[in-house]
């Protein structure tokens, strides 16, 4: 809150990311292939919500991203939000890469780009399955291999787009039995 100015606005700050600062894509069909991350990233985001929404528009430092849009068939992500429309050509700009490939992600959009051109996936466990966060659904992240991961995440609500609120487990289970 700006207490100095009229009327007091409210304003957004990002804290400083050291580095240079990289625009990885846009919000409709361009995207730089130098680094496999952002891309492999965005058309994860695709997949995890069942082709109902993907984050694109990413910039950053490495692989630290600002400032992202994102397109969903739902309204509710402002001005910049495309819908099935920025979706399509988006995706539609995509070329799936090593990352993707690792991740068990579908090959979509442009032929498939070289293992050898841009970031490589790091070694280790690897992704088996991309989480299913439609509602209703466990909202869990992939399951690593079975190696001892430092990086795991815990799982996370599932996210109903429908009501943008986050669900709990127990409300899950609650909607499915009603619904049979």
Same mark, same amino acid.
């Given at each position: 809150?700006?207490?100095?100015?009229?009327? +007091?606005?409210?304003?957004?700050?990002?804290?400083?990311?050291?580095?240079? *600062?990289?625009?990885?894509?846009?919000?409709? #069909?361009?995207?730089?292939?130098?680094?496999?991350?952002?891309?492999?990233?965005?058309?994860?985001? *695709?997949?995890?919500?069942? +082709?109902?929404?993907?984050? $694109?528009?990413?910039?950053?430092?490495?692989?630290? *991203?600002? #400032?992202?849009?994102?397109?969903?068939?739902?309204?509710?992500?402002? +001005?910049?939000?495309?819908?099935?429309?920025?979706?399509?050509?988006?995706?539609?700009?995509?070329? $799936?890469?090593?990352? $993707?490939? #690792?991740?068990?992600?579908?090959?979509?959009?442009?032929?498939?780009?070289?293992?050898?051109?841009?970031? /490589?996936?790091?070694?280790?466990?690897?992704?088996?399955?991309?989480?299913?966060?439609?509602?209703?659904?466990?909202?869990?992240?992939?399951?690593?291999?079975? /190696?001892?991961?430092? *990086?795991?995440?815990?799982?996370?609500?599932?996210?109903?787009?429908? +009501?943008?609120?986050?669900?709990?487990?127990?409300?899950?289970?609650?909607?499915?039995?009603?619904?049979?």
């Amino acid at each position: 809150e700006l207490i100095d100015r009229p009327g +007091k606005p409210v304003c957004a700050v990002e804290r400083f990311v050291p580095g240079e *600062y990289i625009k990885w894509s846009n919000n409709w #069909d361009w995207v730089d292939e130098r680094r496999n991350t952002p891309h492999a990233f965005s058309h994860f985001t *695709y997949e995890a919500s069942k +082709k109902l929404l993907v984050v $694109c528009d990413l910039q950053g430092v490495a692989d630290l *991203y600002t #400032d992202p849009q994102i397109h969903s068939i739902h309204s509710s992500f402002g +001005k910049g939000n495309l819908g099935q429309a920025g979706i399509n050509k988006f995706m539609e700009s995509h070329r $799936c890469n090593a990352i $993707c490939r #690792d991740m068990g992600l579908p090959q979509i959009g442009k032929p498939v780009k070289p293992d050898w051109l841009g970031t /490589a996936p790091a070694p280790g466990p690897q992704l088996l399955n991309p989480p299913d966060l439609t509602p209703g659904a466990s909202g869990t992240r992939p399951t690593p291999a079975p /190696a001892a991961n430092p *990086y795991a995440l815990e799982p996370i609500p599932a996210f109903s787009p429908q +009501k943008g609120q986050q669900q709990q487990p127990q409300q899950q289970q609650q909607q499915q039995q009603q619904q049979q």
